[in-house]
Every structure is written in C-alpha cells, then in structure tokens.
C-alpha cells in the first residue's frame, strides 16, 4: 500500500500497470489500487496497457472503475506492446489514450472457445454419461459437437458482448456506432493506425503519456514523477530492486499462466486478442 501526503503527493501522479490476461486477479488488484487513489485524492493517474485482453466482466469492472475516476481526477492511459481487445476495452475508461506507433492493438470483438475431444476420446474408448436439469446445462461440453440449436443460442450472446464493446467505443472515442463497425471486425493494427482511426489520441512513450498526464493535472511535467500502485513483486525484487533479470524461470511461469488462464475461462465469453 503506498501512502503520501500533503505537498509529496500533490506533486506526483499516480500509475498502474496491466499486464498480461485480464481475469479475477487482474480486476482484483486494479480495483483495489483504484480505491485508494480515490480515497487518497491524487490528481492524475497514468494507466500502462500491456494486454492481449481477457474476460469480458473482469474488462468491464475496470473500464466502469476508471470512467468513474475521469470526475475526480486526470486519467490517462499508455498502450504499450501489446493493447488489445479487452486492454483496448479498459483503456477507453481513460479520458487520453497514448500509444506507441508500433504498438498492436484492435482485435474488437468477442469470442467463446469451446474444445471437441469426441473423436479422440471414441479412440480410447471413453464417453461420458451426463444427467441434466436442462437440454443447454452442457453446451461447449468437449466430448461432442454443438448442436444448431446451442450455436444459435452462443452467436446471440457474442452479439449482445459485442455490441457493448463497439458502444463503448464509440462512447468513448465520440465515434458514430458506424464507424466503429468499420474497423470493429476482429482485425488488429498499429498504434499509427488506430490514432488514423480515432482508437488513441496520440502517438508516444509512457513517458509522454505521463507528461500529458502532469500537463492535464496543472503539473511540472518536468518534476512530476509516478507513484505505482498495486505492483507484484516477487520476495526477489523487493530485495533487489530495479533487478528484472534475476528470474531464469519466468518464460515458464508466464506459459503456466496463460494455461491456468485457458482452463479457468473455457466457455467464457473473451474480448481477447489471439495470435
């Protein structure tokens, strides 16, 4: 929990990272920093985007909770590597959106996987007997193909997530619905043609953004510094600071992640950007 008073932290701005999928943890801890900015009364906050995206009720929390903060306070979001679909979602609560020329972003849309094993699972000789208080209780099971009937019944959820997705765009962004329609079709591009499309209003570094952000909140961009709020850090880095190299396992972790991820949201709607 980070804490500053009077003159120290009227001179700083606030930040927050997202990174990675956005699910339960992810929602959790962004809140969580969000009510103490907002408790603490800061000025500005910087939002740093780096997201493929992630469940849609975990990208709306946030979004609601930093279009919220927009009456109190300065909010300004950085898409860094990679903002896409649900990161693209979060980042339309910001009242400025700076991205890096290169940065991938787009990807609106909405999708449900679901994984068939009926033909392997026939080879091996395993099958399921399911009992049901209703003929849908198993859609997206993956020991058997989806029925019309089930398919019908998915396409008309993702259109009611998707259709929230592309009015929040172009709430946002003062977009007609039909111009977000236009480029709202899954497709990712760079962060040069999302400010072309309306997406971001301006291209640059974090550290751009957080100058923006100072400017915005009647600060000395050239004296204002960033306070993070609600980072991890392993017992590692809080020994060490400043050392992000000392982890020889984190390309494992972060794949073990991503699967853990996979398994907890299958059959859940996702505004989720997939290579």
Same mark, same amino acid.
């Given at each position: 929990m !980070?804490?500053?008073i009077?003159?120290r932290?009227? %001179? %700083?701005?606030?930040? !927050? ?13 962004v809140l969580?920093?969000?009510? @103490?900015?907002?408790e ?5 906050l910087?939002v740093?985007?780096d ?7 975990d990208?709306?929390?946030? $979004?609601t909770?930093?279009k919220?903060?927009?009456?109190k306070? +300065?909010?300004?979001?950085s898409?860094?590597?990679i903002?896409?679909?649900g ?13 890096n &020329? ?11 996987r679901?994984?068939? #094993?009926?033909?392997l699972? /026939? %080879?091996?000789?395993v099958s =399921?007997? !399911?009992? +049901?208080?209703? &003929? $849908? +209780?198993?859609?997206l ?5 989806l029925?019309d009937?089930?398919?019908?019944i ?7 997530s $998707?259709n ?10 003062n977009l ?7 480029f709202?079709d899954?497709?990712?591009?760079t ?7 309306? !997406? ?17 909140a009647?600060?000395? &961009? /050239? +004296?204002?510094?960033?306070? @993070? =709020? ?5 017992p590692?880095k809080? =020994?060490?600071p ?5 982890? @020889?396992n984190l ?7 991503w #699967?853990?991820?996979?398994l907890a949201?299958?059959g859940?709607?996702l505004? #989720?950007?997939? &290579?």
């Open positions: !980070v804490w500053l009077g003159k932290r009227g %001179k %700083k701005i606030a930040r !927050v990272e997202i990174t990675g999928a956005i699910a339960s943890e992810t929602r959790q801890r969580k920093a969000l009510k @103490t900015i907002e603490q009364k800061w000025r500005a910087l740093r985007i997201s493929p995206g992630g469940t849609v009720g990208s709306q929390e946030i $979004y909770a930093l919220h903060l927009q009456s306070l +300065k909010v300004v979001a898409f860094g590597n903002s896409a679909s990161g693209v979602y979060v980042g339309m609560g910001a009242e400025k959106i700076v991205a &020329p290169g940065t991938i972003t787009g990807s609106i849309g909405v999708i449900v679901g994984n068939n #094993l009926e033909r699972l /026939d %080879k091996i000789g =399921f007997q !399911v009992v +049901k208080s209703g &003929p $849908y +209780k198993d859609i099971s993956f020991d058997r193909e029925t009937e089930e398919k019908q998915l396409q008309a959820l993702i259109d009611t $998707y929230q997705f592309v009015e929040t765009v172009a709430q946002a962004r007609s619905i039909d111009t977000v329609h236009g709202a899954g497709r990712i591009f962060g040069e043609q999302a400010k072309a499309l309306g !997406v971001v209003d301006d291209l640059g570094t974090e550290e751009q953004a957080r100058r923006w952000a100072a400017e915005l009647d600060l000395n &961009p /050239d +004296k204002t510094e960033c306070v @993070t =709020f609600g980072e991890k850090k392993s590692i809080r =020994f060490l400043g050392n992000n190299e000392i982890d @020889t390309t494992w972790k972060r794949a073990r992640d #699967l853990e991820f996979e949201t299958n859940q709607p505004w #989720l950007y997939r &290579p």
